[in-house]
T-cell receptor
Framework: GAVVSQHPSWVICKSGTSVKIECRSL??????MFWYRQFPKQSLMLMAT?????????EQGVEKDKFLINHASLTLSTLTVTSAHPEDSSFYIC????????????FGQGTRLTVV | AQKITQTQPGMFVQEKEAVTLDCTYD???????LFWYKQPSSGEMIFLIY??????QNATEGRYSLNFQKARKSANLVISASQLGDSAMYFC?????????????FGKGTRLSVIA
């Protein structure tokens, strides 16, 4: 069964509004979670690393004020796309590593965001 | 420089035949992990197989095997007895330092089409 749950699977929002995406680790605690973005026909690109109890670290070129990350508990990280614009339309997917299981790396189901 | 290179944007294979998807990587770390994922049109990332840099034997998981050539820095995925359901995007990924707290870096992917 899934070890990482992501919600919602898809969302359509109006330009200028904010959207929150949740990533939960199931049956294990994750002090770190990773957020990736995938534009159509492209690969997954790391956006940011979410750290429980501290600030997220963002990759170069990712606006931290636009993509707010909150890792408030050991099983939940949220990504909020603020003031979304059509160019933010993409597939967002999270990964929650299990430290002791380096031979696997599981992902959430992903969220397809469409901004109209 | 790209850390993961997948040179085949698209591949076709006849049903029941075997196919090899190429992947080369670049790292100066001695400890790293190599992963292959399947991404169907739904977007979910399905973990297929893992190879650790210190593993002497090639990894196998059912119909999937990883042809690991460390000196050449290649980690090709071999799918035997292709099925129509194997049609999808396939991504090769690497995790340097092979720690659960390190994110994966992905190649650009190969789209596999299985023909009946």
């Amino acid at each position: 069964g899934a070890v990482v749950s992501q919600h919602p699977s898809w969302v359509i929002c109006k330009s200028g509004t904010s959207v929150k995406i949740e990533c939960r680790s199931l049956d294990f605690q994750a002090t770190t979670m990773f957020w990736y973005r995938q534009f159509p026909k492209q690969s997954l690109m790391l956006m940011a690393t979410s750290n429980e109890g501290s600030k997220a670290t963002y990759e170069q070129g990712v606006e931290k004020d636009k993509f707010l990350i909150n890792h408030a508990s050991l099983t939940l990280s949220t990504l909020t796309v603020t003031s979304a614009h059509p160019e933010d339309s993409s597939f967002y997917i999270c990964s929650a590593p299990q430290i002791a299981r380096v031979t696997e790396a599981f992902f959430g189901q992903g969220t397809r965001l469409t901004v109209v | 420089a790209q850390k993961i290179t997948q040179t085949q944007p698209g591949m076709f294979v006849q049903e029941k035949e075997a196919v090899t998807l190429d992947c080369t990587y670049d790292t100066s770390d001695q400890s790293y992990g190599l992963f292959w994922y399947k991404q169907p049109s739904s977007g979910e990332m399905i973990f297929l197989i893992y190879q650790g840099s210190y593993d002497e034997q090639n990894a196998t998981e059912g119909r999937y095997s990883l042809n690991f050539q460390k000196a050449r820095k290649s980690a090709n995925l071999v799918i035997s007895a292709s099925q129509l359901g194997d049609s999808a995007m396939y991504f090769c990924a690497m995790r340097e330092r092979n720690s659960g707290n390190t994110p994966l870096v992905f190649g650009k992917g190969t789209r596999l089409s299985v023909i009946a």
